[in-house]
């Protein structure tokens, strides 16, 4: 089993940014491949952001290239997803999740253990 508990959403203004965050705990972290995904009111659930184990490898949705930044600590078990430029359109409760594969790619049924969320809205 591995726990996942996301923080740093919160409300900005569209050109803005921010850090979210997924504290890991449970299962060894490092054997884990990650990812971030979101989901708006009344749409399915979107792939944002995968990275493989170590950290080397990273793969992103096309519109969340050159703003957005996944990235991990594997020491401290924590996971990150730094959003810039921030648009109303990134406005969705944003999820972790951890893969058992190396390195995940964007379908949902790739991962087997989910956050609950955290709300990020971004204002016009």
């Known amino acids: 089993q591995v726990q996942l508990v996301e923080s740093g959403g919160g409300l900005v203004q569209a050109g803005g940014s921010l850090r979210l965050a997924c504290a890991a705990s449970?299962?060894?972290?490092?054997?884990?491949?990650m990812g971030w995904f979101r989901q708006a009111p009344g749409k399915e659930r979107e792939f944002v952001a995968a990275?493989?184990?170590?950290?080397?490898?990273?793969n992103y949705l096309d519109s969340a290239k050159g703003r957005f930044t996944i990235f991990r600590n594997n020491v401290v078990n924590m996971l990150y997803l730094q959003m810039n430029s921030l648009k109303p359109e990134d406005t969705a409760v944003y999820y972790c999740?951890?893969?058992?594969?190396?390195?995940?790619?964007?379908?949902?049924?790739?991962?087997?253990?989910w956050g609950q969320g955290t709300q990020v809205t971004v204002s016009s």
């Open positions: 990275i493989n184990w170590s950290g080397r490898s990273t």
């Open positions: 999740a951890a893969s058992s594969a190396v390195m995940p790619g964007p379908g949902v049924n790739e991962y087997d253990y």
């Open positions: 449970g299962r060894t972290f490092s054997r884990f491949g």
